[in-house]
């Protein structure tokens, strides 16, 4: 037997997937993890049995366990999303499309002049059809190229578990009785970007089958296609919300989907009165504008907080145009079902947390006691609307821990500064102490936050939306300043702090035990980084006695979960993990080892706003004193 021959049986699985079993053929493991090549080739997911098979009497007579063993994939079935890409028109020689978009155009003008003449036509809306609609011509994706097959059990699977975790933001209404086969043929984008998510949760590099798939698709309906139709929009929306950032602070990719967001909401009119009414509460909003307006409001709030704290106005505008509040009220008024006030509490709480940061940041046109009255005025408001909402609403998992962060902040959110990234906004900057009372009333919230969010279960951490995981990394860093002298308020007790918020035990809880089997899964990862948190901690209360650092300041943020080597991680997780694929910015190399990317870059340049991205200190990062 040569070399290549044994190197190729070496490589072979232990426990042969379901499709190579039933051909009677080798299970050969591929390069890529979780995949066998002959899978691989054929674009199919790739499933293996993880309960014992029933032997050969069990199966002849039955039994009380083999009845509930799933069957087998080939019994279960599986499916191909078949969705439809918009076929652009030939302008050059298609006449009909030029005469049809020089006739829309001019009616389009004709509406116009007949809205400011007679108010009777204030109910229409007018615009140019969209790409999509130039033609009614759409092609099949099956034509194109070849479609991956997907296993009908494992998607019934993730589509449940996609029903709790859209609890954490609800603005897309799901059937109860909905299937695979009922959104494959009635939704597939909005199927395909479900499954791609959720898919993503089991493990951080899990076979990219249907991650592949979506960006695939959305490169081929937004770009090739020019398609911009509501179900791109909440397609995307569900890649944005559940895309664990965290774990890849350099990659680009999730704020290039928001970018895109932006653009369809743009290009659909989402972001102005589309209903153009006089009174907005005067009458019932249809499904499909309750449907747009849900996914305006969840747009809104996603940009209210991850692109306030981490990107800025260098990547999208975060201000607010009064058309948000004019949605959140329809909404408000034309609630269908629990998930609306959910979302309506959400988009109005996110909306305290966008001013405050702004009152905050703006230097250059409010002074520290202008900035001090400014968020007291937001205090009082935000006191009115818990007051104002519905007890279950506000005790819901998303909207308790959005309100509690929101209350933290407007106590002592004057500590940090947002955005975290490198602008010419955020180098001038400055942060300031609050009010010595502000400060011990938040550490006791901060506490209570820490309690709330360490009794949670795993499910709900998987259901973590980017602002979630946002707000817990915001909370982490305030708790690591208040355990520590602070330079700026000398008269503050940190050590009395620190024994009130105890955040050496909420990250020993958070953080994985010694005895723990190695996972790749995302909480896992999640759980890995807050226990560099916890070792970055345990430093400072080593220094805390000793002689001052000399070590760069962090202006801004300084993010705590930031380790100087991680080589402990990487030599255990490099055992298991291999490359990623995705997208990347385009200075980043490609095809790297997965904790080298995600942990080494963050470990390299995440949160530091002192200099270039990159251009830190490994070893002080967080060592300093100062905030």
């Known amino acids: 037997m040569n070399l290549e021959a044994r190197s190729r049986n070496s490589k072979r699985n232990s426990t042969a997937c379901e499709y190579c079993r039933a051909a009677r053929i080798r299970c050969q493991a591929s390069e890529q993890q979780g995949v066998c090549e002959r899978c691989l080739a054929l674009k199919r997911e790739c499933v293996s049995r993880t309960r014992p098979r029933p032997r050969r009497w069990e199966r002849k007579w039955g039994t009380r366990d083999s009845l509930s063993l799933p069957k087998s994939p080939g019994h ?242 975060t201000k607010r145009p009064p058309w948000a509040s004019t949605a959140i009220n329809i909404l408000q008024h034309n609630v269908q079902v629990d998930g609306d006030n959910t979302l309506v509490a959400l988009g109005r709480l996110s909306s305290f947390f966008s001013d405050a940061s702004k009152a905050i940041s703006e230097r250059d046109t409010n002074t520290v006691q202008n900035s001090g009255m400014i968020l007291i005025g937001l205090e009082q408001q935000h006191q009115d609307l818990q007051h104002s909402m519905n007890y279950l609403t506000m005790g819901s998992g998303a909207t308790r821990l959005q309100a509690m962060f929101v209350d933290i902040f407007l106590d002592c959110g004057s500590l940090l500064a947002f955005p975290v990234a490198t602008t010419s906004f955020s180098s001038k900057i400055t942060c300031f102490t609050p009010p010595l009372s502000k400060l011990y009333s938040g550490t006791k919230k901060i ?96 220094l805390l006695g000793g002689p001052p650092t000399v070590a760069p300041v962090s202006r801004v943020f300084g993010c705590p979960v930031m380790d100087g080597s991680l080589r402990t991680y990487v030599e255990q997780w490099n055992r298991n993990l291999t490359n990623l694929s995705g997208w990347s910015d385009t200075g980043e190399p490609h095809n790297l080892p997965l904790f080298h990317d995600v942990w080494a870059t963050m470990t390299m340049g995440w949160g530091n706003t002192s200099g270039k991205p990159g251009d830190i200190d490994e070893e002080s990062v967080y060592t300093s004193p100062h905030p």
């Open 76 to 317: 279960l079935g599986t499916f191909r999303i078949n969705y439809t890409v918009p076929v652009k028109a030939d302008l050059n020689n298609n006449f009909e499309t030029l005469r049809e978009i020089h006739n829309q155009a001019l009616d389009t003008l004709l509406i116009e002049e007949d809205l400011f003449d007679d108010s009777q036509n204030s109910g229409l809306s007018f615009g140019l059809l969209s790409p999509t609609s130039l033609s009614s011509q759409s092609q099949s994706v099956s034509d194109i190229w070849r479609q991956p097959l997907f296993d009908m059990a494992s998607a019934e699977s993730l589509l449940s578990t996609f029903k709790v975790m859209v609890n954490y933001l609800p603005f897309i209404v799901l059937p109860d009785n909905s299937s695979i086969s009922y959104l494959a043929a009635t939704k597939p984008f909005t199927l395909l970007s479900i499954l791609t998510v959720v898919s993503g949760l089991s493990m951080v590099q899990k076979h990219a089958l249907y991650d592949d798939e979506f960006r695939k698709a959305l490169g081929l309906k937004y770009v090739s296609g020019g398609e911009r139709s509501l179900e791109l929009l909440q397609g995307l929306l569900i890649y944005c919300t559940w895309y664990p950032f965290h774990l890849r602070p350099k990659n680009g990719q999730l704020v290039h989907c928001l970018r895109i967001a932006a653009d369809l909401i743009h290009d659909l009119r989402l972001d102005e009165d589309f209903l153009m009414m006089r009174d907005p509460l005067g009458r019932e909003v249809t499904e499909d504008e309750l449907d747009k307006i849900r996914a305006y409001v969840a747009y809104q709030y996603l940009i209210s907080t991850y692109i306030v704290v981490w990107r800025g106005e260098r990547d999208l505008p």
């Open 447 to 542: 506490r209570a936050l820490l309690d709330y969010v360490g009794e949670l279960e795993d499910s709900s951490l998987l259901s973590f939306t980017i602002n979630d995981w946002t707000r817990l990394i915001v909370i982490l860093t305030l708790s690591f300043r208040l355990s520590f002298p602070l330079p700026l308020c000398p008269d503050f007790d940190s050590a009395c702090a620190r024994s009130e918020l105890q955040l050496d035990e909420f990250l020993s809880k958070m953080s994985p035990s010694a005895d723990a089997a190695v996972s790749n899964d995302v909480l896992s990862a999640s759980r890995a980084m807050l226990g560099l948190a916890k070792s970055k901690y345990n430093r400072r209360l080593d």
